[in-house]
């Protein structure tokens, strides 16, 4: 069951880090258009205020995957020389505390994007505005994946320390 | 209970935290939250700056350079780039004593400027430059130590993560910074260098000079290639590119590559052993040259510097694998520094709010204490620092609370950088627990104890001090170039 799920997960979250990934080298090609228009005098609009969109957006969607990979930085030099039942349970009330920022930001998030949602709300000026909801949109979901995920590998740390 | 206090206390339980091994970010988050709330009495506020953090504390242009330059450097540490650079490196400088500890130094300063990780570039110069070295009967430790202390170039010479994240949060421009770096960096190369150098000339011994009988080593692969010539007589060393070594591991950070090498440097022609430097060289000059030309501003160049590095690497033999695994890297990597960004911008408005960091600026000078003391004691705290924590994250802890102080004390923020930068690189090779010797165990596994590289390291330690010293006496090594250039 928990690896059925593990898995269902799993999927979600590298296809979130995939479109985040793919996201991050469209935005290079993008900023290179710009680059190469303005040299020849065709300059794309609205580049700037989209760059820094899917800065935000790209972060978010890679997050979760980065949290199942590990790959969030931290400082092991000590616990890692802790007996194991200790660094499992200095582990797992990590992965809680993960669990915690995520739903007190999924819930903030929430509140903005129906807001932005309604007002349609918008960054940038002229030609390009840029709705600010879908932002918004992907940090809410992504901060109930992240909750998800957190609560998936404090499970699989508590079964450890059982084992 | 004052609200200074409070953000005591939160500073308090932020190193708790992290010495129990919750992510770094986390544990950021958490206290801001919690001393947010504190400070204010009202839990709406606490909500209010989350939400705005995550949706604005990294929403601009100039955060843009980040994921670009981790894009083009997961694609150059996954690419032949660091073999071609130290095969060409080492053919030029095949005569000269030492010269493949100097080859090392050299490639490290090029590969420097396609990654911004130091800890990218100590796990690939693992694979490539050590394995030649002890080829070459060079001593362990000499070899390793090379490999660790010129991985530091990495975040010196520009493109730098280190650089980017210092001019993002001190508003010093980031261009400037990378211009800035330059000269120090190598200026560096050059004393490590030199020192190699004079020291191969007391210890020849360490540097495999007086042992013209080649070694197990040189037997072993000889023999190896021997037996692959008779079997595949018109392929080119297929094996020796394989993953052989891959192993998982708490500090496999994005960008490590796992490949065992064995040029034949010295039979190869030179134009062979230059052809795969030249897109390198190429793309390092447009990069960095647009910079400083003024052509692109870092965020254009990062862009360009990513698009380069996507064509590049393919045609210098990258497969789909490697491939995809550049942008599986780039995710891992990009998710987590700008997730340890909303945190540390979380984290330092909390201090804000809370007086905190008024009260630490005039507690320090209050002391009394001239520019060149501070600046001294400062560096003490980040080599402290850095024997603990990776460097992105010291850097976003300190500054905060340390920049107040340089700008109140009228020093240049642009040479505080470039201090800054060293200091910390110094603290990643100082035992016990400086990371860039555990990411190298981690690369060689059993080849190489943490104990070996840390010892081998030390005496690039010591340079690096003695260049700390340097730049308190002549600034300009530092403010020169970008001073010349505004």
Not at chain 1, 128 to 135: K, M
Not at chain 2, 184 to 191: D, E, K, T
Request: cysteine-free; charged content about 10%; aromatic content about 10%.
């Amino acid at each position: 069951m928990l690896a059925r799920i593990d898995r269902l997960v799993s999927i979600v979250s590298v296809v979130f880090a995939s479109l985040g990934a793919a996201l991050i080298g469209l935005l290079a090609l993008t900023v290179v258009a710009d680059v190469v228009g303005r040299q020849i005098g065709v300059p794309v609009t609205g580049i700037v205020e989209m760059a820094a969109q899917t800065v935000v957006i790209s972060a978010f969607l890679t997050i979760p995957y980065v949290m199942r990979r590990g790959g969030h930085i931290r400082a092991t030099v000590l616990v890692s020389r802790t007996p194991p039942v200790v660094r499992k349970t200095l582990e797992a009330l990590a992965y809680i505390i993960g669990a915690i920022i995520f739903a007190l930001l999924a819930y903030a998030a929430w509140e903005a994007f129906t807001e932005d949602f309604v007002k349609a709300s918008y960054e940038g000026e002229g030609a390009l505005r840029i709705p600010t909801w879908p932002t918004r949109l992907t940090i809410f979901l992504a901060s109930i994946l992240m909750i998800i995920e957190s609560l998936l590998a404090a499970t699989k740390t508590f079964f450890e320390v059982k084992k | 209970m004052s609200n200074v206090d409070i953000a005591e206390l939160a500073v308090l339980a932020v190193f708790v935290l992290v010495l129990s091994g919750v992510p770094i970010s986390f544990s950021l988050i958490v206290t801001s939250f919690v001393g947010m709330f504190l400070i204010t009495d009202k839990i709406d506020v606490a909500f209010n700056l989350l939400n705005a953090v995550a949706y604005s504390g990294i929403r601009d242009y100039v955060f843009a350079v980040i994921p670009l330059f981790i894009l083009m450097g997961a694609f150059m540490t996954n690419s032949r780039a660091a073999e071609s650079l130290f095969t060409a490196v080492h053919y030029l400088l095949k005569k000269v004593r030492a010269g493949l500890a100097i080859a090392t130094v050299g490639a490290n300063a090029i590969f420097a400027a396609v990654t911004g990780v130091s800890i990218a570039s100590a796990a690939v110069f693992s694979n490539v430059a050590f394995p030649q070295m002890q080829r070459y009967g060079y001593s362990k430790r000499m070899s390793l130590g090379v490999v660790a202390g010129s991985s530091i170039l990495g975040m010196l010479i520009p493109p730098s993560l280190l650089m980017i994240l210092y001019g993002i949060l001190t508003q010093v421009s980031i261009g400037k910074m990378f211009i800035a770096g330059l000269v120090p960096g190598i200026v560096l190369a050059l004393m490590f260098s030199t020192y190699l150098f004079i020291s191969s000339l007391f210890r020849p011994d360490k540097y495999g000079i007086e042992s013209p009988k080649p070694n197990r080593f040189v037997l072993k692969a000889q023999k190896k290639t021997a037996a692959r010539k008779l079997k595949h007589p018109d392929q080119n060393d297929p094996d020796e590119f394989s993953d052989q070594n891959e192993r998982p591991s708490k500090l496999s950070l994005p960008g490590m590559m796992t490949q065992t090498i064995a040029i034949q440097t010295v039979e190869m022609s030179f134009g062979r052993a230059m052809l795969g430097a030249v897109p390198i060289v190429a793309l390092v000059a447009l990069v960095i040259g647009g910079i400083w030309g003024g052509l692109f501003s870092p965020t254009e160049a990062s862009a360009v510097g990513a698009v380069g590095a996507m064509i590049i690497a393919p045609l210098m033999g990258m497969d789909w694998k490697k491939f995809m695994k550049s942008f599986q890297q780039t995710a891992i990597s990009v998710g987590g520094i700008l997730l340890l960004l909303i945190a540390a911008s979380f984290f330092s408005r909390m201090l804000a709010a809370s007086g905190f960091i008024n009260q630490v600026s005039s507690f320090i000078q209050g002391l009394d204490f001239g520019p060149i003391a501070l600046v001294i004691i400062f560096i003490l705290i980040l080599i402290v620092m850095g024997t603990i924590l990776d460097s992105s994250s010291i850097l976003l802890l300190a500054i905060p609370l340390m920049f107040p102080s340089v700008l109140a004390l009228g020093i240049d923020p642009v040479w505080f950088g470039i201090v800054f930068i060293i200091a910390v690189e110094v603290g990643l090779l100082t035992p016990p627990f400086g990371m860039v010797p555990f990411a190298m165990n981690a690369t060689l596994g059993k080849r190489a104890s943490v104990e070996d590289i840390f010892a081998g390291s030390f005496p690039f330690v010591l340079i690096m001090l003695a260049f700390i010293v340097l730049l308190l006496l002549f600034p300009g090594l530092a403010t020169w170039l970008p001073e010349l250039l505004r």
